[in-house]
Nanobody
């Protein structure tokens, strides 16, 4: 069982930066691939970024490539999403997700592949 708690959201002007954090409970955090998703009002949840349990492999949706960086600190049971050059279209509730992974380079991009989800943190980017 893994419990996830996101933090770091807020209101920021376009062009600004935020760093989201997702703290996980449990002693086996390093066995889980992690992902970030977001859901804007009236839209479906979409994939943002993913990272393997080793941290050695990352993957991003095209709309955030070059602006966002996913990372993790397995000693702190935390995964991060650094977001730069934020745009109004980045406004959404951001969720982190976890799924156990048996391969150091594996990650998941589909929401249905993840078992554990956090409660979300709101990111609002003003123009």
């Amino acid at each position: 069982q893994v419990q996830l708690v996101e933090s770091g959201g807020g209101l920021v002007q376009a062009g600004g930066s935020l760093r989201l954090s997702c703290a996980a409970s449990g002693r086996t955090f390093s066995s889980y691939a992690m992902g970030w998703f977001r859901q804007a009002p009236g839209k479906e949840r979409e994939f943002v970024a993913a990272i393997s349990w080793s941290g050695g492999t990352t993957y991003y949706t095209d709309s955030v490539k070059g602006r966002c960086t996913i990372s993790r600190d397995n000693a702190k049971n935390t995964v991060y999403l650094q977001m730069n050059s934020l745009k109004p279209e980045d406004t959404a509730v951001y969720y982190c997700a976890a799924e156990i992974s048996y391969y150091s380079g594996s990650y998941y991009v589909l929401g249905d592949e993840y078992t554990y989800w956090g409660q979300g943190t709101q990111v609002t980017v003003s123009s």
